[in-house]
């Protein structure tokens, strides 16, 4: 990748250097094999952006992002920061990167002093139980054991939806880049990953990713990841799932829209 590093672990993948007063630069990208950048890391990387514009005892509570175009893994993402503004108890910021002068992701994120103390966890847990051991990999400077695998039937493609997940490599103490690491996890794989619908031949690219920050954790402690699908129209299909920690505590809510490709009937499909 020329002009720019390979990213080895988490912790590189989620840095940032500062070229301006609102102004960022990454310092390395995750190998995708190919692929166009992964759409994790850039969320993960404006996250950081916003944060680094905002005093220090706020933290981020929920973030909405937009996938514009494919990053391309041979330049470096460039990221400027828009402070909308800054209240007694919330900051708003956009966030928008670049490659090439192109935007190719945008998000609107809030943060906030969260001094209240009301706990309340109403989020779905599936409670699905599994027969057979987790498949265990690497992907994406990621290890996954996956309780509902990847695999492959007939022409049809099926992903997790169900997986625990843990960084590659070490991460530094300090409560963004923890932050900033469950936000990289909570986008891989796809509530729709397990649907046999025979309606809908596929999910494709992610167009948007909300997130809603519920309490602090460690990502290296393990986060377990949990997706269902929601809805499906007009081309899009919405899921929602969870970011809970080893003792099930509420970490994260997200939600995320795809692109949603129907099998057409057999009649018509010449």
């Not at 950081?48 to 929920?62: G, N, V």
């Not at 460039?78 to 007694?88: M, N, P, S």
């Not at 708003?92 to 103390?117: E, P």
């Not at 999910?203 to 986060?223: K, L, N, Q, Y």
């Amino acid at each position: 990748m020329s002009g720019h590093s390979v990213a080895q672990t988490l912790e590189q993948a989620l840095q940032i250097v500062r070229v301006g007063e609102d102004d960022f630069q990454s310092v390395s990208l995750v190998d995708t094999g190919g692929y166009p950048l992964y759409g994790g890391q850039i969320l993960a990387l404006a996250l950081r952006a916003a944060a680094m514009t905002i005093e220090p005892d706020r933290r981020p509570h929920s973030l909405h992002g937009y996938f514009l175009r494919a990053g391309r893994l041979d330049a470096p993402v460039a990221l400027h920061v828009d402070r909308d503004r800054d209240g007694r108890s919330f900051s708003a910021r956009r966030v928008v990167a670049l490659q090439d002068d192109k935007v190719i992701f945008s998000m609107v994120t809030s943060f906030t002093r969260g001094t209240g103390d009301f706990v309340l966890d109403a989020v779905p847990r599936l409670g699905r139980t599994y027969t057979e051991p987790p498949d265990k990999h690497r992907m994406l400077l990621l290890d996954l054991c996956e309780f509902t695998p990847r695999h492959q039937q007939g022409d049809r493609f099926f992903f997790p939806d169900h997986a625990e997940i843990l960084p590659v490599g070490p991460l530094s103490d300090d409560w963004l880049t923890h932050t900033c690491a469950i936000a990289y996890m909570s986008d891989i794989g796809t509530g729709f990953g397990q649907l046999a619908d025979p309606g809908i031949a596929s999910t494709e690219s992610s167009v948007s990713h909300s997130i809603w920050f519920h309490a602090p954790a460690r990502a290296d402690d393990g986060m377990t990841l949990e997706m269902w699908p929601s809805s499906a129209a007009s081309g899009l299909g919405l899921y929602s799932g969870s970011v809970r920690d080893a003792a099930g505590n509420l970490i994260l809510a997200i939600a995320q829209e795809q692109l949603i490709r129907s099998r057409r009937p057999a009649a018509d499909a010449s």
